[in-house]
């Protein structure tokens, strides 16, 4: 069994990918799902949002306006690095559990660990 782990960033053809991968059959743990659930009302996300961008980007139900936090992260760069500070550390935990209990499953079950990072970017990413 092989494990995936497929990064890059925005518009960088993630989901094209993923969908790929789920059509030929290989099970896909998508992040952005990950992330939405992060940011549900009462988590520990959703407090560091609302504690970093105010009430403001509350819907009238208590949950984060993702539309309205999208357009004041995308308007403002410093906004967008804090938020993007918060998901790498969120995300990094949270892929850090993931991956060692697929890793130990993957032992138990195979007897070998095998890791493969890929990483998808634009064409035109300076990163290329």
């Known amino acids: 069994m092989r494990i995936v782990g497929l990064t890059g960033g925005i518009s960088s053809g993630k989901s094209t990918v993923s969908n790929l991968f789920k059509a030929h059959g290989i099970p896909v743990v998508d992040a952005d799902v990950v992330a939405r659930d992060a940011l549900k009302k009462g988590t520990g996300g959703w407090k560091k949002v609302v504690e970093a961008f105010g009430n403001d980007i509350l819907q009238p139900d208590g949950e984060v ?17 804090l938020l993007n500070r918060y998901w ?41």
């Open 65 to 81: 306006d993702r539309p309205k936090l999208g357009r004041m992260v995308f308007s403002d760069p410093d906004k967008r690095q």
């Open 88 to 128: 790498l550390l969120f995300l990094q935990r949270w892929t850090t559990v993931v991956l060692e209990y697929l890793l130990q499953l993957q032992y138990l079950v195979h007897g070998h660990k095998c890791v493969t990072n890929l990483i998808v970017r634009p064409p035109d990413d300076p990163a290329v």
